[in-house]
């Protein structure tokens, strides 16, 4: 069980802790996705994100460690290339992940 879970503004910072979350749930998902695989170099690709002004993402953390991450961002118009324009009051949500040990215990809810 979970200690008390802290909830803070997660920063570029955190990109190597966020991306251990992320990829222990993607690992979940060879259950239903055969052969699928996480991005190679996630802790740039996170880092990038963060640092990005149209990018949030809350961290949750279990004395001191992160075990979960949720975040968003503006939506584009990835049509017309990754950085489209903005799609006015439409967001993108680009991460739900808990570590498997806390699934249920409310982390995700919070």
Do not use: K, N, Q
């Amino acid at each position: 069980m979970p200690g008390a879970i802290a909830y803070r503004e997660a920063t570029a910072a955190d990109a190597a802790a966020i991306a251990s979350v992320i990829a222990e749930g993607f690992a979940t998902y060879e259950a239903f996705a055969p052969g699928w695989a996480a991005p190679e170099d996630m802790v740039a690709g996170v880092g990038a994100r963060l640092a990005a002004p149209d990018v949030w993402a809350t961290l949750a953390l279990d004395d001191g460690e992160a075990v979960g991450v949720a975040g968003t961002s503006a939506a584009r118009d990835h049509a017309v290339g990754p950085l489209g324009p903005l799609l006015d009051g439409v967001g993108h949500v680009w991460a739900v992940f808990v570590r498997r040990r806390l699934w249920g215990a409310g982390v995700a809810t919070e």
